[in-house]
């Protein structure tokens, strides 16, 4: 079945660090790729997101490259800041049977200092 | 602000019990996801409704249940319940949809903390 596999956590960044949180996924189908972000005490909102390989997704400065020969969908950043600290979610979204499935990875959680 | 809200914000009860949680979704949206998470087993989807018909389910158990009302808010139902219940319970919107997540992004609500003691 589907799985994404995020690097654990936590990660602690100094701000104006460079950040990468990596993601690899296996699919049987085109899966369609996200990254979410949770900030503390909220619910999961979708920071970007790529449909169809060597698509980048961009949002909030944050990129995320789509590669269908690495399977994989790295999130980064030139320079975090305090606001930056959050939990982030690589998911993918695949075709099976009759329905489209979530699966999201077990989260990572970034914390920048001032 | 998601536009998707939950109700309660926490819930602390015993085991052995039954709770109802409560999730409007975002004006429009059609289709309702419910969301586990906990520390051990990350987030785990429970089951989609769309237009009150159910249209995948995921990781739930026999003790759960959940239902989509014409008004398209949901609950969830949890009954029997046990410690390893304990998590944070999160309902999500989307405004497509009908086969289940497809690419259109999820809505999350901030989530039900239920304690169980």
């Known amino acids: 079945g589907d799985s994404v596999t995020q690097m654990e956590g936590p990660v602690t960044l100094s701000e104006e660090a460079f950040l990468t949180i990596n993601c690899t996924y296996t699919a049987t189908g085109y899966p369609s790729l996200f990254w979410y972000v949770q900030y503390p005490g909220e619910g999961l909102q979708l920071l970007l997101k790529?449909?169809?390989?060597?698509d980048k997704g961009s949002n909030k400065g944050f990129e995320a490259t789509y590669r269908k020969e690495t399977t994989s969908f790295h999130l980064e950043k030139g320079s975090v800041q305090v606001s930056d600290s959050a939990v982030y979610f690589c998911?993918?979204?695949?075709?099976?049977?009759?329905?489209?499935?979530?699966?999201f990875g077990k989260g990572t959680l970034l914390t920048v200092n001032p | 602000d998601s536009g998707v809200t939950q109700t309660p914000k926490h819930l602390i009860t015993a085991t052995g019990q039954r709770v109802t949680l409560r999730c409007s979704p975002r004006?429009?949206?059609?289709?309702v996801y419910w969301y586990q998470q906990s520390l051990d087993q990350g987030l785990q989807f429970l089951i989609q409704?769309?237009?009150?018909?159910?249209?995948a389910k995921g990781n739930i158990l026999e003790r759960f249940s959940a239902q989509q009302f014409p008004d398209l808010h949901s609950e969830l139902n949890l009954s029997s319940l046990e410690l390893g219940d304990s998590a944070l319970y999160f309902c999500a919107s989307s405004g497509r949809g009908r086969s289940g997540h497809a690419n259109s992004p999820l809505h999350f609500g901030n989530g039900t903390r239920l304690t169980v003691t």
């Open positions: 998911a993918l979204s695949d075709y099976g049977g009759s329905n489209y499935k979530l699966t």
């Open positions: 409704y769309y237009n009150g018909e159910e249209r």
């Open positions: 004006s429009g949206d059609l289709s």
């Open positions: 790529a449909t169809k390989a060597d």
